[in-house]
């Protein structure tokens, strides 16, 4: 089965999970692919803020050091842009580094190595120097930590030809994307929504490698496809469901991977249900669901029946106070209103 | 090697380095080279010095003045010259530049074009080798404007920390671009700043190639029986401008003349003929070799074809997967 034609429901999890599957919350599939990575490849090792005694800042890293020591699960100073710049000698030196940074608005302390380094080392180099790093950042809002831990600043990241940003969505992802992340030989940055490491699902016990090239359908709808990525999916997949309720077969398109981004599975979606409503954490102005509804402008424009709808985050640093951060964010109110302008309701 | 023939390498490295630079400042006028060129003439005794103590298996991370680094290191002039020319057959395909040397065979990873940006990068490289329990050493130059960048500090600090084997070579040209040292430092003593790291640190006499040679040798010997990384600042200076845009408002001339008096390539020439190591002869066989090298440099430069634009969006990616 191909990740394209996968359909399921992150949300809600089945009741009772069959024999053959357990129930795993996303910041334990963090944990079980770093385990089974530094298990199966002793040149992969973890390194960032508060990874190791502390057990990670989320604690997806939580007894890693106990098993793994502290050559490999490497506590570092509050250094970014010299431990990300690590990352990137050391798997020039032939190591794989997992670098986990804090949050997102972190990571633009290390901007410079990201961009000015592992972004352009393979090309500069002309061919000679891959650098085969990934990076995993938290990103996104919903916890009440105001304008300087909150930030979706994805959008930016996948703007940068030379990196390629995954965004996983559900704890398949979460634990299946890691593998392909190393094996790949050039950068790769992991986003984790904040408010997904709790989301549990019932999965197959083994860890399985899933895609990191394709979009992927999370809801089957013929009306309007509804098109998201990390914490947004489950707000559309919520909305999907308040829809169908009034008649509106919404169909969800999870992006998974937000560069390069899967234009063709995009086209194939919107083409079928001749609407599309991009939900994005980001702020509209310059954002990826711009880059998205010019994707499909240029691909699908004369088989549109409304033009592109876009629910993103209000412009404005996000705020301390519950409602108003609340008010700020993508909701499945607004995403519900927005399909139902669409299709003139 | 016997001390004659190692002073005579240090001397007819110089000499190539200056008079390939030279050549380049020509050809730049010529149009041939464009974008930046930053010449490192007067500093040659640092590259020279350093690293005839690197053996092969050790690795260069280096600035955006790195010509002389890229050619002792052996990358040949050839492939340098072509990068310069922006042709396929550069050591880095035409894509890099002057300011973007590379070359896998002699572990050279550039050409770093932002101040302070090759430090974490060495600190990674020498990482992975003791990760690897490989005796090598990672050999980081950047000049005395780095000092300045959170880079610097963020680097010598977890080097030291995690006791990594990196010899820091800090060529302190007093400038940062066209900005004094005194201009940008509250502590101008360099060498200081590392060893508030707890970073064994020497200053040393950069025009003096042997001084540099046997101060490099005493680190990287140090930091091969591994003793953690080691800091060498280099006072050093640039005779030429800073690139080849710099009107130079920003220094006298009295100082630049000063500077000139105490030349690398002269100094050390008169050293070795009052020691008799070198007479008329062997400098004239220098400078034929040199010229020679050169020559056929830019020979193969011109020769050298243009990566065809359908291949534009090469090694974005190792494989294409640009949508």
Request: net charge negative.
């Given at each position: 089965?191909?990740?394209?034609?996968?359909?399921?429901?992150?949300?809600?999890?089945?009741?009772?999970?069959?024999?053959?599957?357990?129930?795993?919350?996303?910041?334990?599939?963090?944990?079980?692919?770093?385990?089974?990575?530094?298990?199966?490849?002793?040149?992969?090792?973890?390194?960032?803020?508060?990874?190791?005694?502390?057990?990670?800042?989320?604690?997806?890293?939580?007894?890693?050091?106990?098993?793994?020591?502290?050559?490999?699960?490497?506590?570092?100073?509050?250094?970014?842009?010299?431990?990300v710049?690590?990352?990137?000698?050391?798997?020039?030196?032939g190591?794989?580094?997992?670098?986990?940074?804090?949050?997102?608005?972190?990571?633009?302390?290390?901007?410079?190595?990201?961009?000015?380094?592992?972004?352009?080392?393979?090309?500069?180099?002309?061919?000679?120097?891959?650098?085969?790093?990934?990076?995993?950042?938290?990103?996104?809002?919903?916890?009440?930590?105001?304008?300087?831990?909150?930030?979706?600043?994805?959008?930016w990241y996948?703007h940068?030809?030379?990196?390629?940003?995954?965004?996983?969505?559900?704890?398949?992802?979460?634990?299946?994307?890691l593998?392909?992340?190393?094996?790949?030989?050039d950068?790769?940055?992991?986003?984790?929504?904040?408010?997904?490491?709790?989301?549990?699902?019932?999965?197959?016990?083994?860890?399985?490698?899933v895609?990191?090239?394709?979009?992927?359908?999370?809801?089957?709808?013929?009306?309007?496809?509804?098109?998201?990525?990390?914490?947004?999916?489950?707000?559309?997949?919520?909305?999907?469901?308040?829809?169908?309720?009034?008649?509106?077969?919404?169909?969800?398109?999870?992006?998974?991977?937000?560069?390069p981004?899967?234009?063709?599975?995009?086209?194939?979606?919107?083409?079928?249900?001749?609407?599309?409503?991009?939900?994005?954490?980001?702020?509209?102005?310059?954002?990826?669901?711009?880059?998205?509804?010019?994707?499909?402008?240029?691909?699908?424009?004369?088989?549109?029946?409304?033009?592109?709808?876009?629910?993103?985050?209000?412009?404005?640093?996000?705020?301390?106070?519950?409602?108003?951060?609340?008010?700020?964010?993508?909701?499945?109110?607004?995403?519900?209103?927005?399909?139902?302008?669409?299709?003139?309701? | 090697?016997?001390?004659?023939?190692?002073?005579?390498?240090?001397?007819?490295?110089?000499?190539?380095i200056?008079?390939?630079?030279?050549?380049?400042?020509?050809?730049?006028?010529?149009?041939?080279?464009?974008?930046?060129?930053?010449?490192?003439?007067?500093?040659?005794?640092?590259?020279?010095?350093?690293?005839?103590?690197?053996?092969?298996?050790?690795?260069?991370?280096?600035?955006?003045?790195?010509?002389?680094?890229?050619?002792?290191?052996?990358?040949?002039?050839?492939?340098?010259?072509?990068?310069?020319?922006?042709?396929?057959?550069?050591?880095?395909?035409?894509?890099?530049?002057?300011?973007?040397l590379?070359?896998?065979?002699?572990?050279?990873?550039?050409?770093?074009?932002?101040?302070?940006?090759?430090?974490?990068l060495?600190?990674?490289?020498?990482?992975?080798?003791?990760?690897?329990?490989?005796?090598?050493?990672?050999?980081?130059?950047?000049?005395?404007?780095?000092?300045?960048?959170?880079?610097?500090?963020?680097?010598?600090?977890?080097?030291?920390?995690?006791?990594?084997?990196?010899?820091?070579?800090?060529?302190?040209?007093?400038?940062?671009?066209?900005?004094?040292?005194?201009?940008?430092?509250?502590?101008?003593?360099?060498?200081?700043?590392?060893?508030?790291?707890?970073?064994?640190?020497?200053a040393?006499?950069?025009?003096?190639?042997?001084?540099?040679?046997?101060?490099?040798?005493?680190?990287?010997?140090?930091?091969?029986?591994?003793?953690?990384?080691?800091?060498?600042?280099?006072?050093?200076?640039?005779?030429?401008?800073?690139?080849?845009?710099?009107?130079?408002?920003?220094?006298?001339?009295?100082?630049?003349?000063?500077?000139?008096?105490?030349?690398?390539?002269?100094?050390?020439t008169?050293?070795?003929?009052?020691?008799?190591?070198?007479?008329?002869?062997?400098?004239?066989?220098?400078?034929?070799?040199?010229?020679?090298?050169?020559?056929?440099a830019?020979?193969?430069?011109?020769?050298?074809?243009?990566?065809?634009?359908?291949?534009?969006?090469?090694?974005?990616?190792?494989?294409?997967?640009?949508?």
């Open positions: 089965m191909t990740a394209t034609s996968r359909v399921e429901t992150i949300v809600t999890a089945p009741p009772a999970p069959e024999p053959s599957r357990i129930r795993l919350s996303y910041r334990e599939a963090m944990r079980q692919a770093l385990r089974d990575a530094l298990r199966t490849d002793p040149r992969v090792f973890l390194m960032g803020e508060d990874v190791g005694r502390y057990g990670g800042c989320y604690a997806v890293s939580k007894g890693l050091l106990e098993e793994f020591g502290p050559e490999r699960i490497r506590d570092t100073p509050l250094s970014e842009s010299a431990f710049g690590a990352g990137i000698g050391a798997a020039l030196g190591m794989r580094p997992i670098v986990e940074i804090m949050t997102v608005n972190f990571s633009l302390l290390a901007l410079d190595q990201i961009v000015n380094s592992a972004a352009t080392m393979l090309h500069m180099s002309g061919g000679q120097f891959a650098v085969p790093l990934v990076i995993r950042m938290t990103t996104g809002a919903g916890r009440q930590l105001a304008a300087q831990h909150s930030h979706s600043l994805e959008g996948a940068i030809p030379g990196i390629k940003v995954l965004a996983p969505a559900t704890v398949e992802d979460a634990r299946g994307m593998a392909p992340a190393l094996a790949d030989p950068p790769v940055i992991i986003f984790e929504h904040a408010s997904l490491y709790a989301l549990e699902a019932d999965v197959p016990p083994s860890v399985e490698p895609s990191i090239d394709r979009a992927a359908v999370r809801r089957s709808g013929k009306d309007v496809t509804l098109i998201a990525y990390g914490g947004t999916v489950g707000k559309a997949l919520e909305a999907a469901t308040q829809l169908a309720t009034l008649g509106v077969n919404a169909e969800v398109l999870d992006l998974r991977v937000l560069r981004l899967d234009s063709e599975t995009i086209l194939t979606s919107v083409r079928r249900t001749r609407r599309a409503v991009i939900i994005d954490e980001g702020w509209r102005s310059g954002s990826l669901s711009a880059e998205v509804s010019a994707r499909i402008m240029e691909g699908a424009f004369y088989e549109l029946d409304a033009p592109v709808g876009r629910v993103c985050s209000a412009e404005v640093p996000m705020p301390y106070a519950r409602h108003l951060e609340q008010a700020a964010l993508p909701q499945v109110a607004t995403i519900v209103q927005s399909v139902r302008a669409l299709i003139g309701e | 090697m016997t001390a004659t023939t190692a002073a005579r390498g240090y001397l007819a490295q110089m000499i190539r200056r008079r390939f630079e030279e050549r380049c400042a020509e050809l730049y006028r010529a149009e041939k080279i464009r974008g930046f060129l930053h010449l490192y003439i007067g500093e040659e005794a640092v590259a020279v010095g350093i690293m005839s103590c690197l053996s092969p298996e050790d690795a260069v991370v280096a600035t955006y003045r790195e010509h002389g680094h890229a050619l002792v290191r052996g990358v040949s002039a050839n492939a340098i010259m072509a990068e310069m020319f922006g042709k396929r057959e550069g050591c880095s395909g035409g894509r890099g530049g002057s300011m973007h590379f070359d896998a065979a002699t572990r050279f990873f550039g050409g770093n074009a932002i101040v302070g940006g090759g430090l974490p060495a600190v990674g490289r020498a990482l992975a080798d003791k990760l690897q329990q490989r005796p090598h050493v990672t050999a980081c130059f950047f000049g005395d404007g780095a000092v300045a960048e959170g880079e610097f500090h963020e680097s010598m600090n977890l080097a030291a920390l995690w006791k990594l084997p990196v010899l820091f070579c800090c060529e302190n040209n007093l400038y940062a671009m066209g900005t004094a040292l005194a201009r940008h430092q509250s502590e101008t003593d360099i060498a200081r700043k590392a060893a508030s790291y707890r970073v064994p640190a020497e040393i006499d950069g025009m003096d190639v042997e001084a540099v040679a046997n101060a490099a040798q005493r680190a990287c010997e140090a930091i091969r029986q591994g003793e953690g990384p080691r800091f060498l600042e280099l006072r050093t200076y640039r005779f030429r401008a800073h690139s080849m845009f710099d009107p130079e408002l920003y220094r006298d001339k009295r100082e630049v003349a000063e500077w000139m008096q105490r030349c690398p390539i002269a100094t050390y008169a050293t070795l003929r009052g020691r008799g190591a070198a007479d008329d002869a062997a400098l004239a066989a220098m400078e034929s070799a040199a010229a020679s090298e050169i020559d056929a830019v020979a193969y430069a011109e020769a050298g074809t243009w990566e065809p634009v359908e291949s534009l969006t090469r090694w974005v990616y190792s494989e294409q997967t640009q949508r």
